[in-house]
């Protein structure tokens, strides 16, 4: 697994004179809609063993979390994180190949905002990690 991306500063407008310069996410109910799903169609996994789950969610409740952190020219910055609590309305979980093109974008996504933390460019359509 690679290393935790840091965190940068995003503009995502201002609350009480401060910037809002986070997204977070709490999905409090989430182990009781999987739960429920196990109840219906019981599965047994192994230690180890990776799963994939699909939430169905509503956006229930906002609230700002004070935080700060760095820009990338290193200066410390005082904002507001705004966190998304959702309510898991349902959950199931799913077979790999049904999510498998989804967390790759995603995980190429990752990859790049963590090669650019680093100072390193890449190429849209180029495999950094290929080998000639």
């Known amino acids: ?7 940068r500063p995003a503009d995502l407008g201002e609350l009480d004179d401060l910037p809002v310069i986070a997204a977070g996410i709490e ?7 999987l739960r ?8 047994l996994f192994e230690h180890g063993e990776r799963a994939y789950v699909v939430l169905d969610v509503t956006m229930n409740k906002l609230k700002h979390n004070p935080i700060t952190l760095e820009d990338p020219d290193g200066y410390e910055i005082e904002g507001w994180e705004r966190v998304h609590v ?9 077979d790999a190949d049904a999510v498998k093109a989804a967390l790759a974008d995603q995980a190429l996504k990752i990859r790049k905002a963590e090669d650019e933390a680093r100072g390193q460019t890449t190429l849209d359509g180029i495999d950094n990690d290929a080998t000639p």
């Open 1 to 7: 697994m690679a290393p935790r991306l840091n965190r």
């Open 86 to 94: 959702f309510d898991v309305n349902g959950a199931t979980f799913i």
């Open 27 to 33: 999905l409090p109910s989430a182990a009781g809609g």
């Open 36 to 43: 429920d799903a196990l109840t219906i169609d019981p599965e």
